[in-house]
């Protein structure tokens, strides 16, 4: 069924404080708006009433989404008759009504809404009353009243787009919310379970509330691996994350062939989608010939903190049968740890080997396989 839904942000936001009302004032790096609109972003039709000296504020908030702007009123009901109206020309199935200063609002409380209206002609999230509850007068307690059965409401509240249109057109009385509205006109409404994270901002300290929660919805975390090998030849010493080793033999390459190195460094390019060493130091272009591959994993590091990531962690594996990796692993874990700035907690060398299976288990070369975790907070 078709369901739209209509964000109310006509209202000044007076007690928030502030120069912009605040549905315009930036939180967590975009407008209070903006992120309303995000939060429904998946459903198909979206309509925004606002004050209409806020024009150009809503059509820069606004911009790349399917939004309708609307002129709204002086109360409320009288912003939401506007959305109501607005969709009259093709009314949808469903529509739900949302405070534009609840932007923390989940997906998942947004659809629980829309599947309770399969059943019910209304729905609309809601947190039971678990505090105790008082009366009181010139700053003195002066009663107590029973919590049973209170309820915290929040939005977005669902209806039956036909129904909540006549229910609103037939008031006459102030009302609370659309829900007090619906069961005035005889509409049944569905409690759906609200969550805590869907606030409403009413006061100044309700921006860093908000903020925290997205904050923590905006991080971006991202995997990359890496998976290199090296061919074994002549030489006394192999090179293992900025290591020598010695052995019988060395591995060939066209820099130092640190398999280990190399295999973190393309985890790290893999992460943020910017293809592997080679992309970025053409084995082709003789100045890498015999480089150290603390140059190439450095530059990753360095990529990755331009954008605006930090790694979280490297977990490396090296694959072989010889040379034995635990000897070193200490002192690979800090020469790894010194190039990337990470603690050496967050750094996991390991070995295994093939079980003599395979080009590792013939002892003709090293194989590594690597992981990294980048965060953008």
């Not at 105790?132 to 669902?158: F, I, K």
Request: proline residues 6%; negative net charge.
């Amino acid at each position: 069924m078709d369901t739209a839904v209509i964000i109310v942000a006509a209202g000044r936001g007076t007690r928030a404080g502030g120069a912009l009302p605040k549905q315009w004032r930036e939180i967590a790096g975009k407008p209070v708006a903006r992120w309303t609109l995000e939060a429904f972003a998946h459903l198909p039709r979206l309509v925004l009433v606002i004050h209409p000296d806020d024009r150009a504020l809503a059509e820069a908030v606004a911009a790349g989404l399917p939004v309708t702007l609307v002129d709204g009123a002086e109360d409320r009901a009288g912003s939401v008759r506007a959305g109501l109206a607005a969709l009259a020309d093709a009314p949808p199935e469903r529509v739900l009504i949302h405070d534009v200063a609840r932007p923390c609002v989940s997906r998942a409380n947004i659809d629980a809404v829309v599947a309770a209206l399969a059943t019910h002609p209304g729905a609309a999230p809601a947190l039971a009353v678990t505090d105790a509850l008082w009366t009181g007068e010139n700053g003195q307690v002066t009663g107590t009243r029973d919590r049973t059965g209170l309820y915290r409401a929040q939005t977005p509240q669902g209806f039956r787009y036909a129904e909540i249109a006549a229910a609103h057109a037939a008031q006459t009385d102030a009302a609370a919310d659309d829900v007090q509205v619906a069961r005035a006109a005889g509409l049944d409404v569905a409690i759906v379970p609200g969550e805590e994270r869907n606030l409403k901002i009413t006061g100044p300290e309700d921006f860093a509330r908000a903020e925290t929660l997205l904050k923590g919805d905006a991080m971006d975390i991202r995997l990359g691996n890496g998976y290199d090998v090296h061919r074994f030849g002549a030489g006394d010493h192999v090179v293992l994350c900025g290591i020598k080793v010695p052995h019988g033999r060395g591995l060939q390459g066209h820099s130092d062939a640190d398999v280990g190195m190399h295999a973190v460094t393309d985890a790290l390019y893999g992460a943020m989608a910017e293809g592997d060493i080679g992309r970025h130091f053409p084995p082709s272009d003789p100045q890498w010939k015999g480089a150290a591959s603390e140059i190439f994993l450095r530059h990753a590091v360095e990529l990755a903190g331009s954008k605006g990531f930090a790694i979280s962690n490297i977990d490396l594996t090296l694959i072989c049968e010889r040379p034995k990796i635990g000897p070193h692993a200490a002192e690979m874990t800090a020469e790894m740890a010194r190039i990337t700035g990470l603690a050496p907690d967050r750094i996991s060398i390991k070995a295994t080997t093939s079980e003599r299976l395979g080009f590792t288990g013939r002892e003709e070369g090293i194989a590594a396989i690597a992981t990294a975790t980048l965060v953008k907070p």
